[in-house]
């Protein structure tokens, strides 16, 4: 099992970047793939970025393709989401979760068990 705290999150204006981090704790962080996920108000919870264990493979919502990059240190047990020029439909609640996959990420919100408590990003125009 592993345990997810997300941080980062915070009030930025349009065109700001954000990166948010997730820290990991339990056992063996490097075989879980993880991912991003965000809330809006009122909207159902929607994939942003995924990776694999290794960090070799990504994955990216074509809302943020080009914006947002995600990465991994698996020495520090830690997951990050670099954002950049961020816009106010950015603004959700985010959350990191994890999953057991060997080789590959998932953009499927219901195959990952374990989710951090997540972290408001309010962009403001």
């Known amino acids: 099992q592993v345990q997810l705290v997300e941080s980062g999150g915070g009030l930025v204006q349009a065109g700001a970047s954000l990166r948010l981090s997730c820290a990991a704790s339990g056992r063996s962080f490097s075989g879980y793939a993880m991912g991003w996920f965000r809330q809006a108000p009122g909207k159902e919870r929607e994939f942003v970025a995924a990776i694999s264990r290794s960090g070799g493979t990504t994955d990216y919502a074509d809302s943020v393709k080009g914006r947002f990059t995600i990465s991994r240190d698996n020495a520090k047990n830690t997951v990050y989401l670099q954002m950049n020029n961020l816009k106010p439909e950015d603004t959700a609640f985010y959350y990191c979760?994890?999953?057991?996959?060997?080789?590959?990420?998932?953009?499927?919100?219901?195959?990952?068990?374990?989710w951090g408590q997540g972290t408001q990003v309010t962009v403001s125009s």
């Open positions: 979760a994890a999953v057991r996959l060997f080789f590959s990420t998932s953009t499927s919100a219901g195959e990952y068990p374990y």
